[in-house]
């Protein structure tokens, strides 16, 4: 799990940076990672960027702070989360420093990044809309790494009070919301979820929104007070959102699983349950058959070879594409560093000495990163740069359809394996790899 935050800096960058990359929080500087810049001249790269800006608002860069869960994770695991985020939402055109805090009960990220990305020296705008994508790329990649994840919009409207009843198992409002999860669960339109709460023992009314409240209770309680995905407009949206689904092509978007009966404690209560979950079975198997005689297998020896061909296509994909970002970032890194040295000697007759000592240090930092890389500071053409990178990025954009096209056909194999095995073989509980 991991909790982010962002705030900007409008002063004291150095001190700042030179917070976040001490020795003593970071390992001796071990988990430091920094983008076009080094933590030593990051202020001065900064203000090099901002200078090519209009003068609007006063951000020097800002500061995001990752933290996680105590004793989840270990640093190196932390720092290459943090080193993915970074490079998710900043999309390798804002110079930063990140660094990973182990001085604590818990490890946390920090990075500071350029208040202007240094392609076209736009200011980057911090609002909830890019907050929320931030806190969406941070909990994708909790999950990938196998970290609990916080569901957002429903903690945060506890009182203290009713988050020491729901500890306990006791808070009203813990029903209710199970209550309307399970009515959404198990209903296709708004109409039937109403029903749904009503025979489960909770009655609704719309004011301007929607409200709850128990039958015989005497005060009805918003939606909105229960937490984002209990407010009318959500509500609707997902049931819209369901709508779409079903009025696409099942057997081209996915396939549904068995369900195993004996296992379900409602359909063992209710025989007319258990039924319609037969039914839905019966519907489920009929479609995997259907998609392995499209697929012309007819055998299970055939089906196996066939999702091992997939899944090594699906790897290697992935593998390419991850190869194509590093290279990516480290292109834009590179090209960055040529238009700093363009600019700094635009005039060819201003000697290196007569330079302000604030770009004679960008300069140096600069021409090192370029001969760390084997690249002559003058030896190389942005324009040169710009068109690999764009031939690039075309790459890229191909590899990642062919690699949703991979990943919808690999669900698809797998969840009619696992429907076969548990056909041919129902005393054994087989699951779908969910790698």
């Known amino acids: 799990m991991a909790i982010t935050k962002i705030h900007p800096i409008k002063s004291s ?11 003593g929080k ?21 203000s090099f960027t901002l200078s090519h800006c ?89 999950q990938d790494f196998g970290l609990s994840v916080v569901i957002p919009g429903e903690e945060n409207r506890k009182t203290y009070k009713e988050y020491l009843a729901h500890q306990t198992g006791t808070s009203w ?45 005497q005060r009805f309680v918003k939606g909105e007070t229960l937490g984002l995905p209990y407010t009318l407009e959500q509500i609707k949206k997902s049931f819209l959102q369901k709508q779409t689904l079903e009025n696409k092509s099942i057997t ?4 549904p699983s068995l369900i195993d009966i004996d296992a379900n404690l409602k359909a063992m209560r209710n025989k007319g349950y258990a039924q319609s979950l037969e039914i839905k079975n019966l519907k489920a198997m009929s479609k995997s058959l259907l998609f392995l005689e499209e697929q ?20 290697a994909t992935r593998k390419e594409i991850k190869k194509l970002e590093d290279k990516i970032s480290e292109l834009s890194e590179i090209a960055k560093h040529i238009r700093t040295i363009k600019e700094i000697t635009r005039n060819s007759e201003t000697h290196m000495a007569n330079l302000p000592q604030s770009e004679q240090t960008i300069l140096r930092s600069s021409i090192k990163a370029l001969k760390e890389e084997g690249i002559g500071p003058f030896s190389l053409d942005v324009q040169t740069v710009q068109k690999d990178l764009q ?22 194999i797998r969840t009619t394996r696992s429907n076969l095995s548990c056909l041919y073989l129902p005393s054994q509980n087989l699951e779908v790899d969910k790698q």
């Open 173 to 217: 409002k813990t029903d209710l919301r199970r209550a309307i999860r399970q009515a959404h669960n198990h209903s296709q339109t708004y109409e039937e979820f109403l029903l749904h709460l009503t025979v489960s023992g909770f009655e609704t009314k719309q004011n301007q929104g929607i409200l709850f409240r128990k039958i015989g209770q």
């Open 54 to 142: 209009m003068p609007k608002g006063n951000n020097l860069a800002f500061h995001l702070i990752q933290s996680f869960k105590p004793d989840e994770i270990d640093p190196e695991t932390a720092h290459k989360i943090g080193i993915e985020l970074a490079n998710g939402f900043l999309k390798d055109e804002y110079e930063y420093v990140l660094s990973t805090h182990v001085d604590k009960d818990h490890i946390h990220n920090h990075l500071i990044f350029c208040a202007a990305n240094f392609l076209d020296h736009r200011k980057f705008v911090s609002n909830r809309r890019s907050y929320y994508q931030i806190r969406k790329i941070s909990d994708r990649l909790c």
């Open 296 to 315: 012309g297998i007819y055998t299970v020896g055939s089906l196996d070879n066939k999702l091992r061909e997939v899944k090594d296509e699906f790897e």
């Open 13 to 23: 960058l150095k001190k700042a940076i030179a917070y976040v990359v001490a020795g």
């Open 26 to 46: 970071t390992d001796e500087g071990f988990l430091v990672t920094s983008f076009a810049c080094t933590p030593e001249t990051a202020d001065l790269e900064f």
């Open 391 to 412: 031939n690039l990025d075309d790459k890229k954009r191909q590899l990642y359809i062919r690699y949703g096209e991979v990943k919808v056909f690999l669900r698809k």
């Open 252 to 255: 081209s978007e996915f396939l």
